[in-house]
Nanobody, 115 residues
């Protein structure tokens, strides 16, 4: 069983920054993809940024240049540094991991960008 624990969400003013963390624990033995999705009210869940097991990172066009995904393999942790936040970034952010062919989701963390 794999657990994903997220932290770092909150309320921030437009133009501000937040850093999200997602730690994976449990039976992790193989290469894994880890990253972030988000879901705003009334909208579908969408990709924000994802680290593939081959080392390539993917970003949504709406966040490229503002958000940076990074990871610490020794800690099975992935981070999302979010800069120049906009009100339209407001959403619940979910950590996602694909491990040994199975998909896991975190519980989500709320990010609200508002003045």
């Amino acid at each position: 069983q794999v657990q994903l624990v997220e932290s770092g969400g909150g309320l921030v003013q437009p133009g501000g920054s937040l850093r999200l963390s997602c730690a994976a624990s449990g039976s992790i033995f193989s290469r894994k993809d880890m990253g972030w999705y988000r879901q705003a009210p009334g909208k579908q869940r969408e990709l924000v940024a994802m680290f593939r097991s081959d080392g390539v990172s993917d970003y949504a066009d709406s966040v490229r240049g503002r958000f940076t995904i990074s990871r610490d393999n020794a800690k099975n942790t992935v981070y999302l540094q979010m800069n120049s936040l906009k009100p339209e970034d407001t959403a619940v952010y979910y950590c996602k991991a694909i491990i040994s062919g199975f998909t896991y989701w975190g519980q989500g963390t709320q990010v609200t960008v508002s003045s």
